[in-house]
């Protein structure tokens, strides 16, 4: 039966036998060792004379390895960072809790429980003069075993270990105390007792647990990318495996085939040839048969009567001169022939080429300064059908989607722009956003009143509404943040009203800003509470911050922005702004500063409405929405 492993098991080196330190693989049999004894093993190993002066093997597989240099070669062998981590689970795990009382006194003894207010872990005898000094004889103490690490906060001052932390000092940002406060921190200004600064500091946790909780679920977002790109090179992996097999197997059987077909005409050539030798092989058989009758004639002439052996000499006489012509004939008609094989050129230039199958490569987008590289068009993508292009987003980084306010269409698109799928719909769309799992929005006018549509993208792309989400106004512009939509709503009087839904399209919240006008407008949510949006009709773009007001600031206005609609982020979050009126785009950085004109005004690119910056295929793309076409440009690196 098998045994468990335990982790100490699998830090020890196998020369030293002591905990991994430095620990180094070798390339090959990826045997892990201490730097410093695999070093010492091959400098003692390529000098022993029964080995080759630059030659050592593995300790464990007896693996050979050719070194010239062992001191170099080493310091360049891959780091085990697995190695490392399992000897730091090691020591965790044989780790068990001290008395902090006795330490300092360098005696170990285990812990039993310990002191919140004193931050100390006790032994059992340190747990009963605790209890009767005067000065923690009332602390409450706790089990060790309950004690949560995380949660443990050293509540006395690192240089005077015997005092507690009594002053905060905002100029230096750190704990200390009274002693420190007064010799290290007598000239800043704002020093204040702990005490008065622990008061009212729960007042500050929503915000600053907001903030983490926001910073969590990016780092769940991030997670599950991440979890989804392993599974997608596995899947990767195991296509280019059967890929490779496949053709290995195809190019193994096309030559079996050809090599048959040879050896098949070798084995015809040879019976040919053979049957020819064996002809002539006969015929000088029956002429030595012949020869040697007439020569056992002659060496017992001296039996045969006188009569006999004249006959007999006339009738060899006679034959000896035909004879000598036969064989002559027979020996100059016989050439020594030899079998050969000419192989195909194509062959002989694919066997001599052929030094590897292939070379696996890992695709990554490599790193793009966004604000001041050049972009370039690749290509126009006409959607057929399509003559007003109001939006465009981007499902698993592989299908467009697109909306047609004239035509009132959705259409799904390849990455190359062939049109794999479309929908009717019964209102005019506008804007469109993609969630996640293949799931989209589409805002849409409907009769003065708006809805919003949720689509389901399926295996075979076709799409499917799974959800109507009415709106009291125009629904516009719409986005996706975390795993929330946000809807830009037409008001009655001025300004913009933002709701935000679930996944699920369950309504969460709503918020009504004065400024703008949400006629035409784009929406574009950098968190879950700071917006982006533009004001067509005011030629602004607007930031709001909904956890803190009611009200938007202005971030751009007028110059060469006329009538925005579109707008979006990069990876590195610089904003895009796709203006309608002077047909080009700005870009700005995150905090609102304008960087560049981006996409001046070309004939190429008429009516802007929507705009996206998402990775399609291989890389980040910029892809804008021009009549009935998709402009699709390409970040210069």
């Excluded at 982790?7 to 620990?23: M, T």
């Excluded at 006409?382 to 909306?403: A, F, H, M, Q």
């Excluded at 949400?518 to 773009?541: C, E």
């Excluded at 009516?607 to 990775?615: A, C, D, S």
Aim: charged residues 25%; aromatic residues 6%.
């Amino acid at each position: 039966m098998a045994t468990k492993t335990s982790v100490n098991d699998l830090i020890v080196c196998p020369i030293c036998y002591e905990i991994f330190q430095d620990p180094k693989s070798l390339p090959q049999c990826l045997h892990t060792f201490c730097k410093s004894c695999i070093k010492s093993y091959i400098s003692s190993s390529v000098t022993d004379k029964s080995f080759n002066k630059t030659d050592f093997h593995c300790p464990v597989c007896r693996k050979c390895y050719h070194v010239t240099n062992p001191e170099e070669w080493v310091d360049t062998l891959p780091h085990n960072h697995l190695i490392v981590s399992l000897t730091d689970q090691g020591k965790m795990e044989n780790k068990e809790p001290l008395c902090d009382c006795c330490s300092r006194l360098e005696q170990s003894q285990p812990a039993v429980s310990w002191c919140p207010e004193c931050c100390d872990q006790l032994c059992e005898s340190c747990v009963n003069f605790h209890k009767i000094s005067r000065l923690t004889m009332e602390h409450k103490l706790g089990n060790i075993a309950e004690r949560d690490q995380n949660f443990s906060v050293d509540l006395f001052c690192k240089q005077h270990t015997s005092r507690r932390l009594e002053v905060y000092c905002f100029d230096h940002e750190e704990a200390c105390c009274l002693m420190c406060a007064t010799v290290s921190h007598r000239k800043c200004e704002k020093v204040n007792s702990l005490e008065d600064c622990a008061q009212n500091c729960s007042a500050d946790i929503p915000n600053i647990c907001s903030e983490i909780e926001d910073m969590q679920k990016v780092c769940d977002t991030e997670i599950t990318r991440v979890t989804n790109d392993l599974k997608s090179m596995e899947k990767e992996s195991k296509d280019i495996e059967h890929k490779v097999s496949t053709m290995a197997e195809e190019i193994i059987n096309a030559v079996r085939d050809k090599e048959q077909i040879l050896i098949g005409n070798l084995k015809k050539t040879e019976k040919e040839q053979s049957m020819l030798l064996q002809n002539i092989l006969t015929e000088f058989s029956d002429f030595k048969k012949k020869i040697e009758h007439d020569v056992n004639i002659l060496k017992k002439s001296d039996k045969l009567h006188k009569n006999a052996l004249f006959l007999e000499l006339k009738r060899i006489g006679k034959t000896v001169s035909e004879a000598k012509t036969n064989f002559n004939k027979l020996q100059k008609g016989y050439q020594t022939s030899n079998l050969a094989v000419h192989i195909d050129e194509t062959v002989q230039k694919f066997h001599s080429s052929f030094d590897t199958f292939g070379e696996i490569k890992v695709k990554g987008q490599k790193e793009v300064n966004y604000q001041s590289g050049q972009i370039v068009l690749e290509k126009s993508v006409i959607v057929e059908g399509s003559s007003c292009l109001t939006d465009v987003d981007v499902i698993d980084g592989r299908y467009l989607v697109t909306t047609c306010q004239i035509q009132k269409m959705v259409y799904i698109l390849d990455e190359n722009g062939k049109q794999l799928s479309s929908s009717k719909l019964t209102g005019t769309p506008w804007a469109v956003a993609v969630l996640e799992n293949k799931t989209f929005y589409v805002t849409q006018r409907y009769q003065n009143l708006g809805r919003v549509c949720m689509f389901k993208v399926h295996d075979d792309l076709s799409v499917s509404i799974v959800k109507e989400l009415k709106m009291p106004q125009n629904a516009w512009g719409i986005c996706a943040i975390e795993a929330r939509i946000v809807v830009s709503i037409g008001n009655q009087s001025n300004g913009q009203v933002f709701r935000f839904y679930d996944k699920e399209g369950n309504k969460c919240e709503e918020h009504e800003i004065p400024q703008g006008a949400s006629y035409a407008s784009g929406v574009l949510a950098t968190t879950r509470k700071d917006l982006l949006y533009t004001h067509h009709s005011g030629d602004s773009l607007f930031s709001v911050d909904i956890s803190k007001s009611k009200s938007a600031s202005p971030v751009y206005q007028g110059n060469n922005m006329e009538r925005p609609i579109g707008v979006t982020c990069d990876p590195n979050g610089n904003v895009y702004v796709a203006c309608n009126g002077s047909k080009n785009v700005l870009q700005f950085d995150k905090n609102g500063k304008f960087i560049r004109e981006i996409i001046q005004q070309t004939s190429a690119v008429q009516e802007m409405y929507g705009i996206r910056v998402k990775r399609l295929g291989n890389d980040v793309k910029l892809i804008l929405t021009s009549q009935g076409k998709l402009l699709v440009y390409h970040f210069m690196k």
